[in-house]
Nanobody, 115 residues
């Protein structure tokens, strides 16, 4: 059974940093494309970043240069390092992967950027 559990969210001031974690069970993160999405109140969910099994990464234009996605195969975890946070980054962040036609999501973690 695939399970994804996010953590690391919280309240941070503009310009601050947070590191989100997504611990996976039931799959090996290095064998799959893992992604982070976010959804702000009243807005559609958007793809923030992904990392492929080969280690290729890509980012939304709005976060490129500020966010970094990575993984630690030893602990089967995907991370999202977020620097220079802006109020517009406020959202619920979720990790996900797709296997065949099935998509798996974690429960999400709230990130609030406010002074």
């Amino acid at each position: 059974q695939v399970q994804l559990v996010e953590s690391g969210g919280g309240l941070v001031q503009p310009g601050g940093s947070l590191r989100l974690s997504c611990v996976a069970s039931g799959i090996r993160v290095y064998l799959n494309t893992m992604a982070w999405h976010r959804q702000a109140p009243g807005k559609q969910r958007e793809l923030v970043a992904f990392i492929t099994s080969g280690g290729r990464t890509n980012y939304a234009d709005s976060v490129r240069g500020r966010f970094t996605i990575s993984r630690d195969n030893a602990v089967n975890t995907v991370y999202l390092q977020m620097n220079s946070l802006e109020p517009e980054d406020t959202a619920v962040y979720s990790c996900n992967l797709q296997i065949g036609i099935k998509t798996y999501w974690g429960q999400g973690t709230q990130v609030t950027v406010s002074s």
